[in-house]
T-cell receptor, first 114, second 113 residues
């Protein structure tokens, strides 16, 4: 059975801290791994990772995939209260006939205190 | 996101009544999905569609049905609502190539009493 596990489930930090969120997966025919940020409403797209070792960056956020270890990390440096959210990891399988379905982890709830 | 809208945004319904949630997209994407989100479970796939009139079950499809008569609309029906179906429902769309990650609607919060 395909599985995506995120850790920790929740995290409380103070502004300025650096955090690392983890996502591990056990799937057949891996295609890609996505990170989403969910505040009050819909998840919003952060990164798509398909190749090992290539870091994706966007401002203070960065992510890297390790296909050997079947895992990915999402780093947030110099955290701000606006980073408080649930961070979701999702894994997609190779086509054809997967119809681009993604399997989601249960998320990491990050709370950044002033 | 402006390209995908869900209705209603909130609904309270009684146990045993049928409920239909609507997802409408203006992106002309082929793939559409319905997920439910519950604490501790993340997002779980209910049903998905890979074209007009082409749908299939996801991992938590019991008690739900879907229809897609037009590219832009994907309906989710709870045939006889139960309290276990109290949840937040998200619709998502994706392209086939390029950035094929999901774009989500704003969600429908459904409460079954």
């Amino acid at each position: 059975e395909d599985k995506v596990v995120q850790s920790p489930l929740s995290l409380v930090v103070h502004e300025g801290d650096t955090v690392t969120l983890n996502c591990s997966y056990e799937v057949t025919n891996f295609r890609s791994l996505l990170w989403y940020k969910q505040e009050k409403k819909a998840p919003t797209f952060l990164f798509m990772l398909t190749s090992s070792g290539i870091e994706k960056k966007s401002g203070r956020l960065s992510s890297i995939l390790d296909k050997k270890e079947l895992s990915s990390i999402l780093n947030i440096t110099a955290t701000q209260t606006g980073d408080s959210a649930i961070y979701l990891c999702a894994v997609g399988l190779k086509e054809p006939y997967n119809f681009n379905k993604f399997y989601f982890g249960s998320g990491t709830k990050l709370n950044v205190k002033p | 996101d402006a390209g995908i809208t869900q209705s209603p945004r909130h609904k309270v319904t009684e146990t045993g009544t049928p409920v239909t949630l609507r997802c409408h997209q203006t992106e002309n994407h082929r793939y559409m999905y319905w997920y439910r989100q519950d604490p501790g479970h993340g997002l779980r796939l209910i049903h998905y569609s890979y074209g007009v009139k082409d749908t299939d079950k996801g991992e938590v499809s019991d008690g739900y049905s879907v229809s897609r008569s037009k590219t832009e609309d994907f309906l989710l029906t709870l045939e006889s609502a139960t309290s276990s179906q109290t949840s937040v429902y998200f619709c998502a769309i994706s392209a086939i190539t390029g950035n094929y990650g999901y774009t989500f609607g704003s969600g429908t919060r459904l409460t079954v009493v």
